[in-house]
């Protein structure tokens, strides 16, 4: 069957570093996206991996491990508006995403 | 402003009583997707539309169903509604349907509880 696991919660300090992760099964695989859903509202895209390696965007970087099955969001000095759900999903052998339950990120003062 | 909108914000519905949720994009997309979010679950995929005309189903779409008249709308109507279809449903869309890292879009949602 198709899976998707990451951690249901985490808890990170303001302006440390926090790394999420994500291991994917799927039928098929054409990349991993990355979205942070805020409470109460939608989800908006974040990241998109296909091939192997890191990808940074600002102060948020993605990473994939296509042989691992295995992907990580990591977010670097966290500010408080950070905290929110972030969903992981794969693309699947039918270009139809499989999504995680997503991880709630919990940033403290 | 560009983007996706959905219609109602929330509803609270009576089982039985048939309902449509609205969407409406206005970015020319090709693809559109309806899904719902469970606490605890990952979103998952109702129905979907390669492109204006088509339809199919995704992962669970009992109790559902769709229409894709044009490119711009894509309601989603449940036709007698059970307790178990209360959820918050998120309309999207992405340019295409069959491309790698086509990025889907997401409306607001729709909050519905069912009675």
């Known amino acids: 069957g198709q899976n998707i696991d990451q951690p249901t919660e985490m808890t990170a300090t303001e302006g440390a570093i926090v790394q999420i992760n994500c291991t994917y099964q799927?039928?098929?695989?054409?990349?991993l996206f990355w979205y942070q859903q805020h409470a109460g509202e939608a989800p908006t895209f974040l990241s998109y991996?296909?091939l192997d390696g890191l990808e940074e965007k600002g102060r948020f970087s993605s990473f994939l491990s296509r042989s691992k099955g295995y992907s990580y969001l990591l977010l670097k000095e966290l500010q408080m508006k950070d905290s929110a759900s972030y969903l992981c999903?794969?693309?699947?052998?039918?270009?139809?995403?499989?999504w995680g339950a997503g991880t709630k990120l919990i940033i403290k003062p | 402003i560009a983007g996706i909108t959905q219609a109602p914000t929330s509803q609270i519905l009576a089982a039985g009583r048939r309902m449509t949720l609205r969407c409406t994009q206005d970015?020319?997309?090709?693809?559109m997707y309806w899904y719902r979010q469970d606490l605890g679950l990952g979103l998952r995929l109702i129905h979907y539309s390669n492109t204006a005309g088509t339809t199919g189903k995704g992962e669970v779409p009992d109790g559902y169903s769709v229409s894709r008249a044009n490119t711009d709308d894509f309601p989603l109507t449940l036709a007698s509604a059970v307790p178990s279809q209360t959820s918050v449903y998120f309309c999207?869309?992405?340019?295409?349907?069959?491309?790698?890292?086509?990025?889907?879009?997401f409306g607001p949602g729709t909050r519905l509880t069912v009675l």
């Open positions: 999903a794969a693309s699947d052998s039918n270009y139809q995403l499989i």
């Open positions: 991996n296909v």
């Open positions: 999207a869309s992405s340019e295409n349907s069959a491309g790698p890292g086509d990025t889907q879009y």
């Open positions: 970015m020319r997309h090709n693809a």
């Open positions: 799927t039928s098929g695989f054409n990349g």
